[in-house]
């Protein structure tokens, strides 16, 4: 619960380097762990109920945020979730999703966060004052919204090919209830990101 006041009053170089280095790092340590030993069926349960917890808290909380980081915040807390998934299924094809899942969360997250400095120069601190982006900086708001529909999922862009990895490794694995979870957050995640652009 504290990210997005992190989020909020940290310098955005702190900020993208804390959302993206811990997931990278914590992904690395527990797929290194599951390669060298196996976890049983109790730890995978609880995989299970961390990533869905994570993608329902992450989707929720975006939808009352007002300003333009607290949203970016909790989209971080859903793709932990997400992100989980691949892991928490303990398969080759799980792991190999999550990999997929990383990078491209560290991509869109690079590029959300090299935006965001411009926003604040334009004065753009609430979701409300995106409306006149597109009018004094067209180049900078055509980036925003391509991220941000990437983060939300939407299919031709990066986003949508991540979660479908993550949630095709959870069916091949039998978890369709995390990827009917996944499937459902991922929707309400659109409409909060989709706020966004």
């Not at 999703?97 to 590029?111: E, H, R």
């Not at 708001?141 to 949508?160: D, E, H, N, R, V």
Request: include cysteine.
């Amino acid at each position: 619960m504290w990210a997005p006041d992190i989020y909020e009053g940290s310098p955005t170089p702190v900020i993208a380097f804390l959302s993206i280095a811990p997931k990278i790092s914590i992904s690395a340590n527990m797929s290194r762990v599951s390669i060298v030993a196996s976890y049983g069926g109790t730890l995978q349960q609880i995989f299970f109920f961390c990533s869905i917890a994570s993608m329902i808290l992450g989707a929720l909380a975006a939808m009352a945020q007002m300003k333009v980081k607290r949203p970016l915040a909790h989209s971080s807390i859903g793709h932990v979730g997400y992100i989980r998934t691949g892991f928490s299924c303990g398969t080759i094809e799980g792991i190999q999703s999550l990999l997929i899942g990383i990078f491209i969360y560290a991509s869109m997250t690079i590029d959300a966060f090299a935006i965001v400095p411009a926003l604040r120069q334009t004065r753009v601190k609430y979701i409300a004052d995106l409306g006149a982006l597109a009018k004094t900086n067209p180049i900078s708001a055509m980036t925003f919204s391509i991220t941000m529909f990437s983060y939300a999922g939407i299919p031709p862009l990066a986003g949508f090919c991540s979660k479908f990895y993550l949630f095709f490794a959870a069916l091949g694995c039998g978890a369709y209830f995390l990827a009917l979870v996944g499937v459902v957050t991922s929707v309400i995640g659109r409409w909060a990101a989709g706020r966004l652009p």
